[in-house]
């Protein structure tokens, strides 16, 4: 599988729109607002790519919370087509972060986070072997960077290592097992994205 083309679109996809939101910024410039960190709430979506003990290109949303000035929590989901030599696999992943903001010069500010994830992974094998799935669930920590742009919209990364349990799977000719023994494996995530505040 070349995931390569997925993600020069998705790159584009955020490039254009972070093009979009600068020039709106620009244009909005002269009226006095807050910045985008004093609201809430807000919505979000991005590009992720993920290294290690799989490689895989998706995306997915988010929803933030601030009740309090040095807490707030994302709940996310995304969706990731994993590189399988063993045939089609994609992952979808549920979890939430607990994160601190932390202000920085200018419209930036850093975001050390921590949280939980279940991933429902499905494979479907090469060779006519009927599809499984299995759930595996993760612990992950991680550290973003985020851009004001004006005061409804931000531009943000965030670099993630999840390590993961679940039953792993073995594939051989026909057939496809998941195994009875947990084991475990790390993955480093990478996110993009754009965030509307609310």
């Known amino acids: 599988m070349n995931v390569l083309p997925a993600a020069r679109l998705g790159l584009r996809v955020l490039l254009v729109g972070a093009i979009m939101l600068v020039s709106a910024s620009s244009a909005n410039a002269q009226e006095a607002s807050p910045s985008a960190f004093d609201r809430n709430f807000a919505l979000g979506g991005y590009v992720r790519g993920s290294v290690g003990g799989y490689q895989g290109i998706g995306g997915g949303g988010r929803a933030r919370w601030e009740p309090f000035d040095s807490l707030g929590v994302d709940v996310f989901g995304d969706w990731q087509q994993i590189d399988d030599p063993d045939g089609f696999r994609h992952d979808t992943t549920v979890g939430f972060d607990l994160y ?6 200018g419209p930036l500010r850093l975001k050390p986070f921590l949280g939980f994830c279940s991933s429902f992974s499905v494979l479907h094998p090469q060779g006519g072997a009927e599809r499984i ?7 992950h920590a991680g550290a973003g960077i985020e851009i004001a742009v004006g005061s409804r919209f931000s531009l943000f990364f965030d670099a993630k290592g999840v390590l993961y ?6 594939y051989g000719g026909w057939t496809v097992q998941v195994g009875e023994q947990i084991s475990a494996w790390g993955v480093v995530q990478g996110a993009l994205g754009l965030q509307v505040h609310l």
Do not use: Y
Request: charged share 10%; hydrophobic share 30%.
């Open 100 to 105: 601190r903001p932390i202000g920085l010069p």
């Open 165 to 170: 349990f679940g039953n792993p799977r073995t």
């Open 133 to 139: 799935s299995n759930v595996n669930f993760g612990v």
